[in-house]
């Protein structure tokens, strides 16, 4: 008997992990599937054309490489991010953590103005008012009892909706799959600012701890369970690669055929001009989960930076925090205005904070009293993030020597 009970206590314990790595790689790529996303893939691909696939291709094999080391470090170690880099060096988690949880809080302003602006496309709701709504919502979400289950059930029913969505507009829509592929490997122009800006939409920020610190929250911890590492890191980029590229070829062809996106809401034009008032009414539902799934991913992500910053054991405040992160992004997009130029932007900023937060993990990744004698850090792994590290850094000052330039 005593047997069994181990062996059900493990395949319980192997259920509840593998359940984390599921949520962890939905939330990962939900909170990456925002406005901001929207935005900027409808954003670039206007500018840039069939050549933009190339930076899309570039992302996908950056994130990957960011989510594997980011991801194994933080199980391996069993320590969120923040205190990972107080042990590198002594106060240094106190900077990553203002770091992450800032761009998390302006990422959360077009977060919460594209949820409203999804409700008033579907239903005519003001969107201020749905603004506030869609944060109300967000909030019983993160603070109900056993909310980790519902904010996974939640970003997969989100999920679902935006891929039912893009599949739907791909089959309305004529799509230059040709030009796509051939730009995508043999791009007639780069651009780093493009590059820069998708990645950090994607896994900068606070979007490239979401599901790390979600797979600790739901128990996993130590070598034993890096297989949950990939099945979850893999999983979320997977989708989240889906949707972009889904987007992308929508996007290509309304372009290629002579539309001109409307600037101040270039990922609408797609929709509308792909399928008229029907399709419209489809990107205000993408835009309603876009928006809802990253409210919750950048609130639940930016706060567990917050909670933990300090003694590395949640505190009672949780709460608290949650509703007033969320409540300030609400209040500064209902009287301040529109977002679209800061989604694009704080993309950018979340570019910027990558190859300084990699570089952290990357560091630790090889220190035994983080990672245990025992560990041994993929060398494979290590090589390529350094790479990116490098790859980041060159375009962040490539992009600021562009802007003053």
């Not at 935005?39 to 500018?47: D, I, K, N, S």
């Not at 749905?130 to 999920?159: C, E, F, H, M």
């Not at 929508?250 to 290629?256: F, T």
Request: hydrophobic content about 60%; aromatic content about 10%; charged content about 10%.
């Amino acid at each position: 008997m005593m047997q069994n009970g181990r062996d059900l206590t493990a395949a319980s314990r192997h259920a509840a992990v593998k359940k984390a790595a599921i949520g962890g790689a939905f939330l990962m790529a939900m909170s990456a599937v925002g406005p901001g996303f929207l935005t900027q893939t409808a954003t670039f691909t206007q500018a840039e054309g069939a050549n933009f696939g190339f930076a899309i291709l570039i992302c996908i094999l950056v994130d990957i490489i960011v989510q594997l080391n980011i991801w194994r470090v933080i199980v391996v170690a069993g320590k969120r991010a923040q205190m990972i880099a107080n042990d590198v060096v002594p106060g240094l988690g106190y900077l990553l953590s203002a770091l992450v949880a800032l761009g998390g809080l302006f990422f959360n302003i077009g977060n919460v103005a594209g949820a409203g602006l999804g409700l008033n496309v579907l239903f005519g709701i003001p969107v201020a008012a749905g603004a506030i709504i869609s944060a109300v919502i967000a909030i019983v979400i993160l603070i109900v009892r056993n909310a980790l289950k519902v904010v996974d059930w939640t970003v997969q029913a989100l999920a679902v909706i935006a891929v039912l969505v893009l599949v739907y507009m791909l089959c309305v829509t004529k799509i230059p799959y040709a030009t796509a592929a051939v730009h995508t490997v043999a791009p007639t122009k780069i651009d780093f600012y493009s590059i820069l800006t998708i990645v950090g939409g994607t896994v900068g920020g606070y979007i490239s701890f979401a599901g790390g610190h979600r797979l600790l929250e739901g128990g996993a911890k130590g070598q034993a369970d890096l297989k949950y590492v990939n099945l979850g890191a893999l999983t979320g980029i997977g989708l989240a690669s889906v949707i972009r590229v889904m987007l992308f070829l929508v996007g290509l062809a309304v372009v290629v055929a002579g539309t001109t996106l409307d600037p101040t809401n270039p990922a609408a034009s797609i929709f509308k001009t792909a399928a008229g008032a029907f399709g419209y009414k489809f990107f205000g539902l993408l835009l309603f989960a876009a928006g809802m799934s990253s409210i919750i991913g950048s609130t639940f992500t930016s706060t567990s930076f917050l909670d933990y910053a300090v003694s590395g054991r949640s505190v009672k405040y949780r709460d608290a925090l949650t509703i007033g992160f969320i409540a300030f992004a609400t209040v500064v997009f209902v009287f301040i205005g529109q977002p679209a130029k800061v989604l694009v932007v704080v993309g950018a900023l979340n570019g910027f904070i990558l190859p300084i937060a990699l570089a952290i993990l990357l560091v630790a990744s090889g220190r035994q009293k983080i990672m245990g004698a025992a560990y041994r850090h993929p060398l494979w792994l290590a090589i390529t993030g350094w790479i990116v590290v490098a790859f980041m850094a060159f375009a962040s000052v490539k992009t600021v020597i562009g802007f003053f330039g």
